[in-house]
């Protein structure tokens, strides 16, 4: 799958939601630092840049909400098959048309 997205532009994004989150929850940066356990200047520097550590992060996520569906999000896709014996059957049958009229 190709993204369209940046590995920065990500971070923003990121960040951005997760100020919204603590604006909509009625929090002050300083609130969601306590509530959280994120350092303050780790909180500005994150929601300013993008750039925090991934424990840092879902603890904010833990406090605004989000954690559950960003883990959710990142569930591994099953795949269509389980062997390589799967993959050629499927390969070798037949095409199927549908009938004219």
Same mark, same amino acid.
């Given at each position: 799958?190709?993204?369209?997205?940046?590995? +920065?532009?990500?971070?923003?994004? #990121? *960040?951005?939601?997760?100020? +919204?989150?603590?604006?909509?929850?009625? #929090?002050? =940066?300083?609130?969601? *630092?306590?509530? +959280?356990?994120?350092?303050?200047?780790?909180?500005?520097?994150?929601? =300013?840049? /993008?750039?925090?550590?991934?424990?840092?992060?879902?603890? #904010?996520?833990?406090?605004?909400?989000?954690?559950?569906?960003?883990?959710? *999000?990142?569930?591994?896709?099953?795949?269509?098959?389980? +062997?390589?014996?799967?993959?050629?059957?499927?390969? *070798?049958?037949?095409?199927?048309? /549908?009938?004219?009229?």
């Amino acid at each position: 799958m190709i993204s369209l997205i940046s590995p +920065s532009k990500a971070l923003r994004k #990121l *960040a951005e939601n997760v100020r +919204s989150r603590r604006l909509n929850a009625g #929090l002050t =940066q300083e609130g969601l *630092a306590e509530r +959280s356990g994120v350092a303050l200047p780790t909180l500005r520097k994150f929601e =300013q840049k /993008g750039v925090i550590s991934l424990e840092s992060f879902l603890r #904010l996520l833990l406090v605004v909400g989000g954690l559950e569906e960003l883990i959710e *999000a990142i569930k591994p896709v099953k795949p269509a098959f389980s +062997s390589i014996d799967e993959v050629l059957k499927e390969e *070798a049958s037949p095409r199927k048309r /549908g009938r004219h009229k």
